[in-house]
């Protein structure tokens, strides 16, 4: 009997590592919230380099269409289970996807805007877009701007200041 | 000899193969310099094709959820989409001559715009629906909208052609589309010309407008030149006038940063309806003045419409003046997701005898209250359940008007692609 007890002591500290390797899994596993900063990118040849976030979201909504040069604002949009678009629908649209596609089409519609923003699947295939069309304008990761394009500051700061505007938190329930 | 065969054989191989092993390293080690940039080149072009078509599926699947089909050429990107309803009503007491019950055809609307370079646009909204008369439904086309406009910047853009106008919010915000509208049917006062209305929703005119941000918001502005509306209120003059005398009209709205989905505005219209020498009672013409407002509330679950107007008819040949409101309140709530409670207050107050709307039944009062639910049975196609009830004034053969309760059940599916 007694000596039961002292194998079933001798076990204690395996069944503690176990627990706590199972609860370090766990920790591993289950979905943090994560911070998002986003880039303002645009053509090259854009006469504008700093934009207010006000301005910003005038264009993003397409209350505001064209550059101060006179070039028509093109949007190219990420769809909607991607980062940027979460943290764009969250700060700036204030909507879902679906009464956003239904913003869409009522603007258009009643005549505001001649055109529905484009959609791209990747941050390359933005840049692709952006690099030869000198009124778009399109959002990306900070960490994924791609070549040959220009990087808007909003509001005198830059995607590494403090106090950068277009930044988010992702929560879990809705990462994609 | 068999195993000398097979003690010689191998060689050869053994050879290639110690030659290919010492080749290989040998090529990779110094390839010339011209393969290397074609290589690169060829690398990039692969991704650049590849990131291409990647944007290109994804745009056309984006665009293709069913809210509309977008196709660029060149400098040109078109748009069309295709809106239609079809519903049922049991309405009690029915129309004269029809019965309480009946399935009806809404109309299907085709809509396509086209964008030409950064400042040419253009857009076009035909219906074909269904016209009631006496003996028979008949289907036809309506050309509802049809312009081109020149956009110069955010500040200014010039329209020539037809279209709706600001009188209501209400019609600019829906024009035919009926799966933009969260009811059934539109309030009393946007109602078409030729659907019992009481406004001028059509011009055919020239337009300027555009917008400027402030600090504060937007504010946008629009003023219009346009035929005017023709002897009948249910003549909207698309083709040509009757009269010289154009209308003006002028609307300025505003929308609130502070407020974030709240939008108010006014506008202003003045026309001269053309005499008619053929009706004793119109062989003057009808100075026309329309005033109104508008405030619109849509954000998070809330959606709030508030329209009021006032219409003044001076008619030259009486020296009477007539005044005529009208005005709704309709609140609605995304109670789930794809779950929509709404509720509407809706009135008219006219005053009777007015010859411009006597001979149409339209002088007279009406009000009505409009409960329903709408449920969005995927992301473009919406089932809308409602229950109305009011009050409307009739006027029998020899002039003498009276008070006629009504009660009707309708069910409508509208739908976008």
Known sequence: ?176 | MKSVLRGVLPAPLLALLLLAAFARPAAAEDPPEDWKKQNEELEGRVRSLEDERAARTSADEEESLGLGIVLTRGKVRGTLQIFGDVGAQWQNPGNPDRGETSFFLGGVNIFGTAQVGDHFHVLSETVIKTREDSSSDRVIFDQERLSAAWIFNDHLYVKLGLDHGPVSRWNHLFHHGRWLETTIDRPLLARFETSGGILPMHNTGLELGGRHLTDCGPINYVFIVSNGRGRSAEDPQKISDRNDDKALELGIGFAPRAIEGLHVGIHVRYDELPSDSSVAARMRPIVQIILGGHAEYRTGPWELFLEFVLIENDDRTSGSTFSHTSGYLQAAYHVRERWTAYTRLDFRQMEAGDPYFMPLGRDLDRWEIVLGVRHELTNNAALKIEVSFGEFEQRATGGAVSDVWYTRFGIQVSWVF
Do not use: C
């Open chain 1, 1 to 176: 009997m007694g000596g039961t007890d002292v194998r079933s002591l001798s076990l204690l500290p395996l069944l503690a590592l176990a627990l706590s390797f199972g609860v370090a899994r766990a920790e591993e596993e289950a979905p943090k919230a994560r911070s998002v900063v986003l880039a303002v990118i645009v053509h090259p040849k854009n006469p504008v380099s700093d934009i207010s976030f006000s301005e910003l979201r005038a264009m993003l909504k397409l209350e505001r269409q064209f550059w101060p040069n006179g070039r028509r604002a093109v949007l190219y949009l990420r769809p909607s289970e991607t980062d940027e678009s979460q943290v764009l629908l969250d700060r700036i649209y204030k909507m879902t996807p679906e009464k956003l596609q239904k913003y869409w089409v009522g603007k258009l519609f009643s005549g505001e805007i001649p055109a529905k923003p484009s959609y791209v699947p990747t941050a390359e295939a933005a840049g692709s877009r952006v690099s030869v069309q000198e009124g778009a304008l399109s959002i990306v990761l900070a960490g994924e701007v791609p070549k040959d394009v220009k990087v808007l500051t909003i509001d005198k700061k830059k995607v590494d200041d403090k106090e950068y505007a277009l930044s988010g938190v992702i929560e879990p329930a809705s990462a994609p």
